[in-house]
Structure formats: C-alpha cells, structure tokens
C-alpha cells in the first residue's frame, strides 16, 4: 500500500521554526514536496525535490524561509520552516508523483498525498 505519512506539525508562535516530516511508503517516487492549504484559500505549492538529485525548486512566498530536504535511506523527505508567520497558518501536505512532470506538480497534479499537518502561528 502506498503512503505518505506527516508528522511535525504544532501551535507556535511567530519568529518560531517547525520541522515536518514525511515518510513514503509503498513505492519508489520521483518527485516529493510540499503544498499547505489555509481556510478558505486555495491549495498553494510550497516547494519539490527530486529523489535522485538535489534539484529542489521553491514558491516565492517562502524561498529563503523554508528548505526542503530529504533522507533516501528513510525514504522520508522534511520542510524546515523558520522565522514563521501568522499568514503560514495551514494544513500542510506532502505529496509525490512517480514521475517527473515538474509543471503538473506545481499544479497540484499528484498520485499521492499525505494526511495534512496543522501549523499554527500565533502572532
């Protein structure tokens, strides 16, 4: 069975940092990454990785803040995030997609999700 599992997520407040995680289970994937979703506001691309290189790529809401990263042994990739926001309250879901059409994956055009993690700033 195929599965995203996420962890990390929690009530912070701002200037604070986070560290989610997101193993995979089930499947060898080709590109891994993070979107969030705020209430009433559309899903929103954070940041991929390719899971055979360090090619990473990153929204500009967050570059600068946010790094992407990934552990092949665990098959877990991570999103750390500093210096947060009351604005990047979200669920945040890791996703993948067995192949590496970048663009579909900057649309949100995935196999596989994740379960969500809340993050909550406080201000």
């Known amino acids: 069975q195929v599965q995203l599992v996420e962890s990390g997520g929690g009530l912070v407040q701002a200037g604070d940092s986070l560290r989610l995680s997101c193993a995979g289970f089930?499947?060898?994937?080709?590109?891994r990454g993070w979107f969030r979703q705020a209430p009433g506001r559309e899903r929103e691309f954070l940041a991929f990785i390719y899971w055979g290189s360090p090619t990473t790529q990153y929204a500009s809401s967050v570059k600068g803040r946010f790094t992407i990263s990934k552990n092949n042994r665990d098959n877990t990739i991570y999103l750390q995030m500093n210096d947060l926001k009351p604005e990047d309250t979200a669920v945040y879901y890791c996703?993948?997609?067995?192949?590496?059409?970048?663009?579909?994956?900057?649309?949100?055009?995935?196999?596989?999700w994740g379960q969500g993690t809340q993050v909550t700033v406080s201000s």
């Open positions: 089930g499947r060898p994937f080709s590109v």
């Open positions: 996703a993948a997609r067995a192949d590496y059409k970048n663009d579909a994956f900057l649309r949100g055009q995935v196999a596989y």
